[in-house]
């Protein structure tokens, strides 16, 4: 039961070893423990202080990010439109070229289709003419057989040229 019940002697020099104890820790230890809690503080408080900042160049990051983004978005919308503005005018300059063609093509037909018609028609002219004269030669040479008539042709023909002139 000693050990519950302690003498005098042993609590003085308990007393008397801490003290001891307390004064080299408060004179060596205490300092060296403050510190290092302080300089631990320190280096929470930068870590958090980096973190923060961290977090607000992320941040920033990000927004200049997404306007980056949006940028490429716009400058895409703004290729695409003038790209179908460019397909849309090349369309129109290939069909005004098509219809220039045609159009071109078209006279070329139609003044190929007038030359053949008058063609034709001279050709139709010849001969209808050269059948007229045909058939007048014959009719004229039936009745022409006889010198009376032919007499009587020779003169109506003088008569008329002599009214023409």
């Known amino acids: 039961m000693e050990l519950f019940t302690p003498d005098f002697g042993l609590i003085f020099w308990m007393f008397v070893s801490f003290a001891i104890l307390f004064f080299i820790l408060w004179k060596w230890g205490w300092p060296v423990i403050m510190k290092g809690v302080s300089d631990r503080a320190d280096l929470?408080?930068?870590?958090?202080?980096?973190?923060?900042?961290?977090?607000?160049?992320?941040?920033?990051?990000?927004?200049?990010?997404?306007?980056?983004?949006?940028?490429?978005?716009?400058?895409?919308?703004?290729?695409?439109?003038?790209?179908?503005?460019?397909?849309?005018?090349?369309?129109?300059?290939?069909?005004?070229?098509?219809?220039?063609?045609?159009?071109?093509?078209?006279?070329?037909?139609?003044?190929?289709?007038?030359?053949?018609?008058?063609?034709?028609?001279e050709q139709f002219r010849s001969e209808v003419s050269s059948f007229a004269l045909d058939i007048a030669q014959k009719v004229v040479r039936g009745q022409l057989k006889e010198d009376k008539a032919q007499e009587k042709l020779v003169c109506s023909l003088l008569d008329e040229m002599e009214k023409q002139n």
């Open 44 to 121: 929470i408080d930068k870590g958090v202080e980096y973190a923060q900042n961290a977090k607000e160049q992320l941040d920033h990051a990000r927004e200049e990010a997404n306007k980056y983004i949006e940028d490429a978005r716009r400058q895409q919308a703004e290729m695409l439109r003038e790209t179908d503005k460019m397909k849309n005018q090349l369309i129109e300059e290939a069909r005004a070229a098509a219809q220039a063609a045609a159009k071109k093509e078209m006279d070329a037909a139609k003044v190929s289709i007038e030359q053949e018609r008058k063609a034709a028609e």
